[in-house]
């Protein structure tokens, strides 16, 4: 009994915490441009014209080009962008992001919770009492 009731509340420790540890990045809805992208100092989604999809740290401008900062096994690395390259460009929402992140927290935690005030002393679930 005392293995049953244990194991039935290290499991949502255990999804919880994995919830914790997820981040979740969302983007703004309207493309902007090079420049734009380049001022804002955000994250930035970068589409292709052949339907590549780019998520990049930030944009850069030095001498009249425009860099794409992205980090790869602990370094920084600098891919140049051209401008009939580019299709789309979406900065970071954080606002977004974080509602998102909120969200994929509360569901599974409120599900854990209704789910724990139903389940007996036997760790068995019966939603529909008499």
Known sequence: MKTLKTSLKTIPIFFI???LLQSCVAYQKNPVSLLQAEQSKKRVKLKTSSNQ???LKQIVLEE???YGLNKVKGEIVRIALHN???NTI???SKSRSTWTTIAVIAVPVITLVILAATADNYGTI?????
């Open 84 to 86: 009939n390259d580019a």
């Open 126 to 130: 019966d939603l529909f009492q008499e």
């Open 90 to 92: 979406y900065l970071h």
């Open 53 to 55: 999809t780019y998520k």
């Open 64 to 66: 009249e080009q425009f």
């Open 17 to 19: 915490a994995i919830t």
